[in-house]
């Protein structure tokens, strides 16, 4: 290094300007591509609705519940409470049109790994993952109360907040619509309460809640461009800083350790000076 600044002067100057040019470049396509994002956010109510159940009646040995309700608008979240059941009773919930996704972890704290945009079917073993279907079943280990959680339509978002790709505003609204229209259809469900004892006409009222959504306004994904030009050029400052460490401190070693041969032969000179 040494070598190569004493041949060429200029060579600390011109890696300084390198650096500083590639950070003004740089931080410019951050801010560009910040400012001209093709990203937009959709954002959807995502309201709780309870439903009314309807009492099917019983089967003829009296060990069998049936009712029904039904959901006609974009739906995500589905919730079906039943208190009172005894132990081994098996509650069953079916969907008339398409499936249905559950997990007995879903919707819970101590769930790890969990995701139900997956299934079982793709691969992804590291995950507990939801099972799609028309029809879930659910047999109680202690007596009380069993909730069953399912998602309806996992496409959906499910905070009320999604996000897609778009070459324009008019088509994110056109595209956000459409995803929101394609899951709006009416479905008729079934719960299936079964009892090893006899069920009495009114003992069982099946709670049923879900949760929908409606598209409210889509709107272009923005973040502070100066904040981000300011982090990027943070970045890049660093990352060239830590480059030019090591040039630098070899630099200015050799120049000290010059300047200190030059104090010695001075003094030499200085001494052999005076004896003369």
Same mark, same amino acid.
């Given at each position: ?5 004493? *041949? ?11 650096? $500083? ?7 410019y396509a951050v801010y560009g591509a910040t400012i001209a994002s093709s990203y937009y956010m959709y954002h959807t109510t ?5 439903? /009314?159940?309807?009492? *099917?009646? $019983? ?11 039904? %959901? ?37 704290? /101590? ?6 945009? *997956? ?55 056109? /595209? ?9 259809? %009416?479905?008729?469900?079934?719960? %299936? ?75 030499? $000179? /200085?001494?052999?000076?005076? *004896?003369?």
């Amino acid at each position: 290094m040494k070598k190569a600044l004493a *041949q060429n002067p200029n060579m600390l100057r011109t890696m300084i300007g390198l650096g $500083l040019t590639l950070i003004v470049i740089l931080s410019y396509a951050v801010y560009g591509a910040t400012i001209a994002s093709s990203y937009y956010m959709y954002h959807t109510t995502n309201e709780s609705v309870n439903h /009314d159940v309807n009492n *099917q009646g $019983l089967s003829p040995d009296n060990t069998t519940q049936t009712w029904t309700f039904t %959901t006609n608008r974009s739906t995500t979240w589905l919730n079906v409470t039943i208190d009172g059941v005894e132990i081994e009773d098996t509650i069953s919930v079916g969907v008339s049109d398409g499936v249905w996704y559950h997990h007995e972890m879903l919707g819970s704290e /101590d769930a790890d790994r969990f995701s139900c945009r *997956q299934t079982d079917d793709q691969g992804f073993e590291e995950y507990n993952v939801c099972t799609a279907s028309k029809v879930h079943s659910f047999t109680a280990e202690s007596a009380g109360l069993v909730i069953m959680r399912g998602i309806v339509s996992p496409e959906l978002p499910m905070g009320g907040l999604g996000s897609l790709y778009a070459d324009s505003l008019e088509d994110a609204e056109e /595209d956000s619509s459409e995803l929101i229209a394609a899951y709006n259809g %009416t479905r008729v469900w079934t719960i %299936t309460l079964e009892s090893s004892d006899e069920i009495h006409p009114s003992e069982y009222s099946p709670l049923v809640e879900s949760t929908t959504h409606e598209l409210e306004k889509v709107e272009p994904f923005t973040i502070n461009p100066v904040t981000e030009m300011l982090w990027s050029i943070s970045a890049l400052i660093g990352c060239f800083a830590i480059a030019l460490v090591i040039p630098l401190s070899i630099y200015f070693a050799a120049r000290a350790k010059e300047r200190r041969e030059e104090q010695v032969r001075k003094v030499a $000179l /200085d001494k052999t000076t005076q *004896q003369e």
